[in-house]
């Protein structure tokens, strides 16, 4: 299996910055392969949104409601995955939750795996 730790949430006025960071780890010690990584999130009351993907190559996707302002990336070597949300706003006041897909084990195909999600708040 992989498991999945973000950090980097919290409470920020309108206009502020927040990094959240996404570990990946294999509960038996590594990880085979890993495809593609986002970060995605769900207000009160919402279904849960894509914010950003990145895959494996660097490409990357973004929510429109977002372009311009957060920025993802990763480390391959680390299997970690990184989002910059700069100019935030009150409406991304959310949990945002780490997705990588994955393959744990070469014994294993590819399936999605989620974090625990990480609480941000933008204040107005």
């Known amino acids: 299996q992989v498991q999945l730790v973000e950090s980097g949430g919290g409470l920020v006025q309108a206009g502020g910055s927040l990094r959240l960071s996404c570990a990946a780890s294999?509960?038996?010690?590594?990880?085979?392969?890993?495809?593609?990584m986002g970060w995605y999130r769900q207000a009160p009351g919402k279904q849960r949104e894509l914010v950003a993907a990145?895959?494996?190559?660097?490409?990357?996707n973004y929510a429109d409601s977002v372009k311009g302002r957060f920025t993802i990336s990763r480390d391959n070597a680390k299997n970690t995955v990184l989002l910059q949300m700069n100019s935030l706003k009150p409406e991304d006041t959310a949990v945002y939750y780490c997705?990588?897909?994955?393959?744990?084990?070469?014994?294993?195909?590819?399936?999605?795996?989620w974090g625990q999600g990480t609480q941000v708040t933008v204040s107005s």
């Open positions: 997705k990588a897909f994955a393959r744990a084990t070469i014994e294993m195909g590819f399936r999605d795996y």
């Open positions: 294999g509960t038996s010690g590594s990880i085979f392969s890993i495809n593609a």
């Open positions: 990145i895959s494996s190559g660097g490409s990357t």
